[in-house]
């Protein structure tokens, strides 16, 4: 049994790897208390592996960075960039669409054609990177962000 956890965080760190360059900001900070990202210096804002006191893997964290406009003209103007991973725990998905209520508009990317919309519990499918995450998802018995997350607000 250690030895699948073991495997399973291990796998999950390959994955934090693969996916730090597309993910943004700290989770361990309310909104608002951020690092403006001039100032962050270090990956672990960004993403990070929480570990115990004997330095055993306990989860992968990612974040939210806040940026405010400092120009008189566009005072009150407030964006959140939201880090989420392709593949991860339902409760996480579940959390991220729980914050994505209180915006006034949630904006994302897509690699797909334009003008496509991603109904609620999507399927993936029918590419090599769509390949690629569902065997990373059923590897380490996780789920895909596009089966979780309401992209329809």
Known sequence: MRN??????????MLAA?????LAARADEPAGQQARPAKVKNREHYLRIERDPAGNELGLQTAILRFESDAPERKGCVVDLVGAVHVGEK????ALNKRFKDY????????????????????????????????LKDMLGLEHQLEYIDYTR
């Open 4 to 13: 699948s956890v073991v495997g399973r965080w291990r796998g999950l760190a």
């Open 18 to 22: 693969l996916l730090s360059l597309s």
């Open 91 to 94: 409760a996480y998905y579940e």
């Open 104 to 135: 006034d508009a949630v904006l994302y990317e897509l690699v797909a054609p334009e003008g496509t919309r991603i109904p609620k519990g999507a399927k993936t499918g029918g590419n090599a990177v769509s390949f690629f995450q569902n065997g």
